[in-house]
């Protein structure tokens, strides 16, 4: 097997923080090499050096053994290196044959783009994508999306395909059918870089896999011969142990929906005739196929957007349906949505007043003429603290800079400075590594065991098993079926597809 | 697979890499690199005119802000300069571009005049009624662009900037009709009375600038102290996120533009009562461009919007001076305006980024 891509000694620091330290990494042509690794560990970085993003401040690149310097990504695809980014870098308003066409460019638009389709029916047809080349990306789901970034790479004539987080925003379906595909690429010579924190994947679809552990690599391994506890070992660092169950012990309904209706501005109805409950100290876990009307469930709970019919009751407080968010903060319902960025932290601002933001109105930071901004900054020092928020090097620094685990953790401590009566919780783990997973799920389960009554919508069915006391299936805006815990996975599995 | 030129390979080639953050004293370096070259530049410039620097220093210095008259100057031009640009900076603070300046100071003028002509409110309390209306003519203006915004989604920009002519249009329909001057016939309305004009308060300086002050004031503790102001800063971050924390979106929006319209209106109101001690066509010329230009050179701060306009009107007076007695032409104080802001805007771009040369 030759080596396709080898880096060497790469060394890479943003404005001090050294994100790379040392890291190498080789992969061969037909090979599957994962990179595994906690979030902030640095597998995306060292990846954006050899795709050609970032310039490394020292190290070396080869490919097919001779040294390169890449000058830019599209240089580096004129190598034969491309990359899949997890945010997808896509012009959602152009078709799936322009995205193409714009990212390979062939001299003349009409000759190009005959050209550009032929090379995408090709590829397609090779990976048993069934990508039409007219459609919008905008229309296309995330999943469609994805062949589309990986069409688009491929078409390039990339030799060495890196995947970073794939299946983070697939469901298990879809993600055993990408990795499938991707093994098929393999096996026609490509070497191919499968970025993951997923340690199933790695045993189950990997030939090797490299750990990163704090910006170096610290081994490569067999990953059929190396065992899960070794794997973790050397991701974590240390195990933490699965958070102990307190037996199940719930009160009267905290939270009662029922017959909610919600339907988008070109009139496609989102939520039909929806209704559950929850009972105080229970959690309710909301699973189903990614696009089932989850978003929107999570995004009325938590009034981003108002329902056309129905009632969201919570105990003490009525019908909170129509009603604005400060009425919902001041009956105490706690809103984790799933868009960190969009929907719970303002970036540019400090992480002192993305704390106190949420009891500004009810004048624990002073009144309306003066805000004190010396006790938010208090509140804001023992909330960190307290919820053991990391990476805060002044309260002062903006939220953005905070990395996407530390990030959560500062909004669970901002909607949890007040005890809830209920919480909602959208995908409350997506995109965190296993140690601020475990954190977050502690939270949700003590908030529980305080009495709260809790929601969790999640398209990954194994936060579902772990948090819920009873699970709800939903398909095509509908709650299709509901299991007690212990529930059977493949019973759910089966709810989720059959009415999909 | 095609390898690159080699040449491109010894030349490298310049990275640009987004700054994760940058400390303030840093961020000021870079302010005063910038804000020194962009003055370098337009000295050179008027050199090649044929004004040398030791004049341009003296002319600047010594003759504008050393001789009582020039600085009186200043600071008559300064009064509406600040007041435009708080208005403008605190409707930029809520994501709102207010480019309407000019129709909310007519309407300012307007309001003002209409208390004059109709003779409302006793003497002694005349100039706060004409305060009062100034204001509430600048807050419906810029409230219909506002409604017109939340209600139809018409784009601020355009329908703020449009508006501005239908306003001129309608004072020139009031100054050719109306409230046309019976004693001169000449388009303008009646000279106000004492009582209707802006008091000195000392220096030969209008009363004008101490509304402009305290406006600057309560602005500050708008936007820096109070909670509305600590809202601002979440609906121009983050809106969508602002709404489910339980920040009264649309509440504090519509209050800023409120307040931006307002203050424009004030600034039409301080032109018309201490400067022409009338309605004119012209009190509200060049005023959008003017309000932009400090709240983006003051990155909506009231208090650096007062030092800039300040500034800005220093850079007026002088223009004049070398307007009249070295033939310049104004347009060359413009093009230093612009020089300068180019400068400032180069500065934040280097704040936000790294540059460096690889190989």
Known sequence: MTIALTLTGIRKSFDGFLALDDAAFSVGGGEVHALLGENGAGKSSLMNVAAGLYAPDSGEIAIDGRPVVLAGPADARRHGVGMVHQHFKLVKPFTVAENILLANPRPGYRRGMAATREAIARQAETLGFAIEPDRRVADLSIAEQQQVEIVKVLVGGVRILILDEPTAVLTDAEADRLLETVRRLAETGVAVVLVTHKLYEVKR????VTVMRGGRTVATADPRTASTAELTELTVGQTTPLPARASFDHGGTRLNVGALTCARADGQVTLADLSFFVRSGEIYGVAGVSGNGQAELAEALVGIRPPLAGEIWVEGAGDLAKAAPTARRDAAVAAIPADRF?????GSLSIAENFAVGEVHCGRYGGWPLIDRNAMRRATAAAVAAFDVQGVRSLRQKAALLSGGNAQKLVIAREFSREPAVVVAHSPSRGLDARACGAVHQRLLAARDAGAAVVVISEDLDEILTLSDRIAVMSRGRIVAEFDRPADRQAIGRAMVDHG | MVAPPLKARRLGRLTLELRQNLPAWKQAAFLTI???????VSVAILAAAGIAPATLFDEMIVETLGNADSLRAVLVQATPLILVGLGAG????????????EGQMIWGGIGATAVVIYGIGPESLRLVCMGIAAGLGGLTWVLLAAWLKLSFRVNEIIATLLLNYVAAYFLFHLLYGAWQDPTTAFPQSVQYRSFERLPEIG?????GLAIALAAVAVAFWLVQLSRAGFYMRFVSANPGMARVVGVPVAAVSIGAIAASGALAGLAGFVNVASQEGRLTQSFFDGYVFAGVLVAFLSRNDPIIAAVVGFLLAVLFVTGQTLQVFYQIPFTMVQLIQAIIVI????????????????R
């Open chain 2, 34 to 40: 910038c804000l020194v070259f962009g003055i370098a």
């Open chain 2, 343 to 358: 400068a400032v805007a180069s500065s934040e771009f280097l704040i936000r980024h790294r540059m460096r040369w690889t």
């Open chain 1, 342 to 346: 969009s929907h719970a932290l303002a």
């Open chain 1, 205 to 208: 679809h990997a030939d090797a």
């Open chain 2, 203 to 207: 220096f030969g300086v209008s009363s």
């Open chain 2, 90 to 101: 605190l409707a930029f603070r809520v994501g709102f571009w207010n480019l309407g300046i």
